[in-house]
């Protein structure tokens, strides 16, 4: 099975991050903290059509590690496995390790 | 009888996912769950009329397995049957078998 | 007594659906069920005046069955007749029969 | 004493429908129900500047009989008496006689 | 002191309108019967800019008796003096007496 | 220390009006009361850029009075010093003394 | 680790300001202000891609002291670090020291 995405959308894995307190105790997380804002592009659309009908062409790449505003991409489950779908215009920056 | 879409409208047939738990038991899934986010396409419209006047084509083609915001499309009932009808912009990606 | 719609308004007779369960039984129905969401196109206005002053004529033909969003069209009454007024953009689909 | 309505304004001279039953009872009205969706138009404003610079001429003229949204237009009274001043685009139909 | 309106701003000042009935008995009103929907044109900005960067000349002229949206101008005040500021676009109609 | 507006901001230093009757009695405000909606100007951004790439010049000059919407302007605190910062379009009028 | 703002997007190192009494006792502070409204220009995107396809440069450089309102800009933790990323048109002012 492949999820492909249309025009300017972006298939993310997404990170979710632990809570740690600095001497090292993982607290429980509300599921608010719990909404991924970092993941991994698994897929990029081929980019969203302009007024002229030409395509613009999308800055991420697959497998780059991006960061998003929490609310802006959709939640979406296909066979039980969560993914996030972004636009473009949502992914705020790339972290490069 | 037949469900011609216009414009860039996407007559969707919704496929309910069943919450399943990992050891196999089926919960029962809250009214808001059962909202599908995938579908298969029926009849796609004719495309959107873009500002010169000129037909800018659907993507989406009839058959393909789509998915798409959960409260995005419309839900609509013709003859006790429930379909969805889902603008191209609502369709998030495609699903690949 | 004529009803003259103006620019991309649609006047329209709306088919309020009878919830039928599959035994046979109708069952009486809340009065969100009760607004239409199909109905019988009475009369279609000339079109909307596009940016350079020309009129965008009218896809939709009256005497069409017509599938439209449940809270889109206005509802007005007229001598005691009850009409639904929609805008082109709120029509999803033509039913053929 | 004269209005003179400005750009695409149009003012109006509202018309409340009375509630009647088939029995021919009328039915104390909600203050709801009061509001028109139907007047005579008393006057009509030049019409609104394009962005070149033009006036779009107004389609609506003087005497007829407008149906319109029920809270599109603003309500207004001068010296006592009450108008409606709607903009062209709240004028869904003309009713013709 | 003089108070110069920019770009499309119009200075007014606002006529309350007092609640008689037909009997002549003036009925205490609230406070948002109190703001006015007519008044008196002050003084008037040049006009707002377009998108070519020529100013777009004034309908509007002092000592106008107008008509506007009861929630549209701006309150303003001014060395304990009340005033309504309202773009061009609020002012739905002028008074001649 | 310097602030420098960027683009269409301006930099006030507002003027809290102070309540007083007509009696001369200086009564307690209310919070809301207290916003300002009249200040000196201490500094003006470059002015925008328009769709061509062109700065769109500044009407707001350096020490003008000026009158703004109440809640349009955006409160900063520097250094303990409370000022607002206005776009240009929320400045309704120029006071000359 | 390097984060890599994308489009007209700021990274930026909020500065959170104490709350100071004239007395100098510092007062515990509620958490809405404890959001920064200044920070430190980290790194900034490219620009945005104007409707014709260029570039449109930032004014905003590294290293620059900014104003800009509370609630705009993301807030967004990387490895335990918190950042704040904001759109250049969330800048409001640049402080020179």
Chains 1, 2, 3, 4, 5, 6, 7 share one sequence.
Do not use: C, H, W
Not at 15 to 34: A, F, R, Y
Not at 75 to 96: P, S
């Amino acid at each position: 099975m492949k999820i492909k995405p249309l025009a300017d959308n972006i298939l993310i894995e997404g990170v979710k991050q632990e809570e740690q307190t600095k001497g090292g105790i993982i607290l429980p997380t509300s599921s608010e903290k719990d909404r991924p804002e970092q993941g991994k592009v698994i897929s990029v659309g081929p980019g969203k059509i302009d007024s002229s009908g030409n395509i613009i062409p999308m800055e991420i790449k697959e497998g780059q590690i991006v960061l998003f505003t929490k609310y802006g991409p959709n939640e979406i489950k296909v066979d039980g496995q969560e993914f996030l779908i972004a636009k473009q215009d949502d992914i705020l920056a790339i972290i490069e390790k």
